[in-house]
Nanobody, 121 residues
C-alpha cells in the first residue's frame, strides 16, 4: 500500500559528498517519520538519521556534523545529504517510513530496497 523508492547512492572518494533521496507513494494519509538506516558488511543495521513530521531530527553520533536529513512533505520525500564521507560510511542505506494509510487508517512501517554507498580511501 505504501512504497519507498531510494536513489542517489554510488561510489565516491573519501571526503566527497552524496545525496540520497527517498520518495514515498501509495495510499498515504500521513508520514509520521522518515529515517535512513545502513548495514555495513558483517554488521547489524543501524540508524543513521531520522526526521519526524514536525521536523525533529536525530542522528547517529558517527554522522553528526557530516550528514543532514531533511524532508519535503509536499513531495513525500526525504533526503540525506552526506558530506565528508569516510570509508567507514560504506554500507547499503535503507529508507524507512512510518505513518497511516488512507481508508483503513492502519499504521504502516515500510522499507525501501536499499542503495549502495561506497567510499574509497
Amino acid at each position: 500500500q505504501v512504497q519507498l523508492v531510494e536513489s542517489g547512492g554510488g561510489l565516491v572518494q573519501a571526503g566527497g559528498s552524496l545525496r540520497l533521496s527517498c520518495a514515498a507513494s501509495g495510499s498515504i494519509f500521513s508520514i509520521d517519520a522518515m529515517g535512513w538506516y545502513r548495514r555495513a558488511p558483517g554488521k547489524q543495521r543501524e540508524l543513521v538519521a531520522r526526521i519526524s513530521s514536525g521536523g525533529t531530527t536525530n542522528y547517529a553520533d558517527s554522522v553528526k556534523g557530516r550528514f543532514t536529513i531533511s524532508r519535503a512533505n509536499a513531495k513525500n520525500t526525504a533526503y540525506l545529504q552526506m558530506n565528508s564521507l569516510k570509508p567507514e560510511d560504506t554500507a547499503v542505506y535503507y529508507c524507512n517510513a512510518v505513518g497511516t494509510v488512507t481508508m483503513s487508517w492502519d499504521e504502516y512501517d515500510v522499507w525501501g530496497q536499499g542503495t549502495q554507498v561506497t567510499v574509497s580511501s
